[in-house]
């Protein structure tokens, strides 16, 4: 979240996330994702700084020792995923029709 001020020097936090792009013209215009749009006084690199640094806060945040870069000789969740993928996919495929088939006359049978 990012603190700027309106035009009539109310001040406002808006999720930098839902910014779609913002535009100067005098003033800023920032255009949201929903479609609204937010006259503001601060100018759009202003605007730019704030939400990087407050990205930077957030990473700070969620990474406190710093982001490490991966060991290439150890697998990664998304490795791992990769090679369940093609594990599925490299199986035969099932008949389902045919199970669902044996599964009634299983059941058929079971009432006589």
């Known amino acids: ?11 406002m936090v808006v999720n930098s996330d839902l910014i779609r792009y913002a535009e100067a013209s005098p003033d ?14 601060e100018s759009t690199s202003e605007l730019i700084e704030r939400v990087v640094a407050f990205r930077s806060r957030l990473l700070r945040t969620a990474f406190p020792g710093g982001m490490v ?11 791992s995923a990769s090679a369940a ?3 599925s996919t490299s199986l035969a495929p099932t008949n389902t029709r045919v199970d669902q088939d044996e599964s009634w006359r299983r059941r058929g049978s079971d009432n006589e």
Do not use: F, Y
Request: net charge negative.
């Open 1 to 11: 979240m990012i603190e700027l001020t309106r035009l009539n020097g109310e001040h």
């Open 28 to 41: 800023t215009v920032i255009t949201l994702v929903t479609g609204d749009k937010i006259v503001v006084t």
């Open 69 to 79: 870069a991966a060991d290439p000789s150890q697998p990664t969740a998304a490795m």
């Open 85 to 87: 993928q093609s594990t």
